[in-house]
């Protein structure tokens, strides 16, 4: 990688030059031979401006990511926020939150969301979970921020977030996910969050927007592929999506929007499908199927959620196969969705906001809420929504649990990016070392 200066020597002189020259828009590295093992060559982008580091991951976001060094140990970064209040000596550690870290610049701070540690075998990952598997402990203070806290001024890393139009009645909930997969803790964060927009009686209506490339993709793999217990992991992380797409389906109180700038496959199309309406951005892309994942059968819901939308024979084309992926219009023209529009993610989001400030107007006149309640009141005693559940857990569960292994070797192969053959074999992991300020701990 080409930089712009160069200098040749990190203490008090060289330093001070370093941060000095990086303020600007000049891309300054500094070398020190003298600290062997603490600056390898991708630990030097601690001394790049945020500005810089920013381009530079989002540049790398999908593959291979940006290689560097924390704790002494390589890792490939991704999932890149700037952090406008917090600071601390480049290259440290000062502040973790979701299980993102947040990694001081020369000028700033930038989070990063997700690890990959170098080499063979290694899976993308939270990046605190990264580092634990890695041996590595961070030190650094939580820092979390209120779902409903008001954006500031300072930019930062919000993985959910709540904002509210009062005078147009209606809340936003928005849930970023890297790469649309949903651990157990991120689903039931976001049940926590969709808890609290749905307590607010100064709406009528609830709009979901998930990231700006995915929707949702439904369960973590790559999180339960680096499990102890990957069939047990499956399970929660299972139930934990069911509880949202359960919470979403029972609201009374307020009609649900789905809009989806990003695409949505697997868990993530019945969790769009649990709202009231859905609506797409042009170009999206819904994968509505499972079983392309060594026979996993699937929840969420989609067993309701799919035929009440386009029936039975549709449904039975969407999942299976040969797992056919469905474009935003040809969704919209069978059923799937209500509506498609937006070339891009900013006409999408005003076109949304538009919408749903209209549909709120209707909500009390037009007697919305009554007639969904009246909807679901009618499905459920057609067949109770649990039941749904219980049949498609139980078939779940001997994907899981069953003495047949195809969905763990899916699995294995998917996040292992392995094709359709190959092993990988699971080393031990180290014992925990600590991490203090990006380096290995005295």
């Not at 749903?356 to 309640?373: H, N, S, T, W």
């Amino acid at each position: 990688m080409l930089n712009d200066v160069v200098i040749v020597g990190a203490g008090p002189v060289g330093a001070t030059l370093a941060l000095a020259l990086a303020g600007g828009d000049l891309d300054v590295v500094s070398l020190d031979a003298r600290a062997k093992g603490t600056l390898a060559s991708g630990d030097l982008r601690r001394y790049h401006a945020t500005a810089t580091v920013l381009r530079k991951l989002r540049a790398a976001e999908g593959h291979p990511g940006v290689l560097d060094e924390i704790g002494g140990t390589a890792f490939h970064l991704f999932g890149a926020h700037e952090e406008g209040a917090l600071r601390g000596a480049p290259g440290q550690i000062v502040a973790q939150r979701d299980g993102a870290i947040c990694r001081a610049t020369v000028d700033g701070a930038v989070w990063i969301t997700t690890l990959k540690q170098a080499g063979e075998g290694a899976l993308k990952l939270p990046a605190t979970l990264a580092l634990e598997r890695a041996g590595l402990v961070v030190h650094a203070p939580e820092r979390p921020v209120p779902v409903h806290a008001p954006a500031g001024a300072a930019a930062t890393y919000r993985e959910i977030a709540y904002e509210e139009d009062a005078a147009a009645g209606v809340g936003y909930l928005r849930f970023t996910f890297h790469n649309g997969a949903m651990s157990t803790e991120q689903c039931r964060r976001l049940q926590d969050a969709y808890a609290y927009a749905r307590s607010r009686r100064e709406t009528s209506v609830i709009v979901l927007l998930g990231g700006r490339d995915f929707f949702s993709n439904g369960i973590h793999l790559n999180v339960i592929e680096a499990a102890d217990d990957p069939a047990g992991e499956s399970w929660l992380n299972l139930h934990a999506i069911d509880d949202v797409v359960r919470d979403i389906i029972e609201t009374d109180s307020h009609l649900v929007v789905s809009a989806l700038a990003g695409d949505a496959a697997a868990g993530g199309v019945p969790l769009a499908l649990a709202a009231d309406q859905v609506i797409a951005r042009d170009d999206v892309v819904l994968n509505p199927y499972y079983q392309h994942m060594g026979g996993l059968y699937g929840s969420e819901y989609w067993t309701y959620l799919l035929p009440r939308r386009v029936g039975a024979a549709t449904t039975a084309r969407l999942v299976g196969a040969p797992y056919t992926p469905v474009g935003a219009h040809e969704a919209m023209w069978i059923g799937l969705i209500d509506a498609a529009y937006g070339a891009t993610a900013g006409a999408f989001e005003t076109w949304t906001r538009a919408l749903a400030a209209r549909l709120a107007e209707r909500v009390g006149p037009q007697g919305l809420l009554e007639a969904k309640r009246r909807r679901r009141a009618c499905d459920e005693h057609s067949k109770p929504l649990r039941a749904y559940r219980n049949e498609e857990m139980a078939r779940t569960h001997a994907c899981f649990f069953g003495p047949d292994r195809s969905y763990h070797e899916a699995r294995h192969r998917f996040c292992l990016k392995l094709g359709q053959t190959g092993t990988v074999v699971r080393e031990a992991r180290p014992a925990a070392r600590g991490v203090a300020n990006a380096t290995h701990a005295a």
